[in-house]
C-alpha cells in the first residue's frame, strides 16, 4: 500500500519559513517524479513544484520562483519543500503526489499539510 505523508506545515507570520516533508512508503521512491501541489480555500488545487529522481531536473510555478526550493533524499524516501519570504497568499493546504515518469498524472497523493501565513 502506499503512503505519501505530509508533515511540518502550520502557522508563520508574513516573511517567514517553513519546510516541509513528505514521506514516502509502498513504492519504489527514486522511480517516481515527485512533486508538490496545494489548494486554497475556495480555489482549485494548483501547481507549486516538482523534482524528477535523480534532482537534477526542478519546475516551479511562476508564482513560487525564487522563494520555493524542491528536493529529495532518495535514501530516505522523502521530498522537501523549502518556503521563503511567506506571505499570506500562500496559505493553503499543501499536498505532495508522486507519479511515474512517462505517465501524465499523478497516482499517488499525500493528505495534506495545512500551512497559514498570518500576523
Known amino acids: 500500500q502506499v503512503q505519501l505523508v505530509e508533515a511540518w506545515g502550520g502557522l508563520v507570520q508574513p516573511g517567514g519559513s517553513l519546510r516541509l516533508s513528505c514521506v514516502a512508503s509502498g513504492l519504489t521512491f527514486s522511480s517516481y517524479r515527485m512533486g508538490w501541489f496545494r489548494q486554497a480555500p475556495g480555489k482549485e488545487r494548483e501547481f507549486v513544484a516538482a523534482v524528477n529522481w535523480s534532482s537534477v531536473n526542478t519546475n516551479y510555478a511562476d508564482s513560487v520562483k525564487g522563494r520555493f526550493t524542491i528536493s529529495r533524499d532518495n535514501a530516505k524516501n522523502t521530498a522537501y519543500l523549502q518556503m521563503n519570504s511567506l506571505k499570506p497568499e500562500v496559505t493553503a493546504v499543501y499536498y505532495c503526489?508522486?507519479?511515474?515518469?512517462?505517465?501524465?498524472?499523478?497516482?499517488?497523493w499525500g493528505q495534506g499539510t495545512q500551512v497559514t501565513v498570518s500576523s
Open positions: 503526489a508522486a507519479k511515474l515518469p512517462m505517465k501524465g498524472t499523478y497516482d499517488y
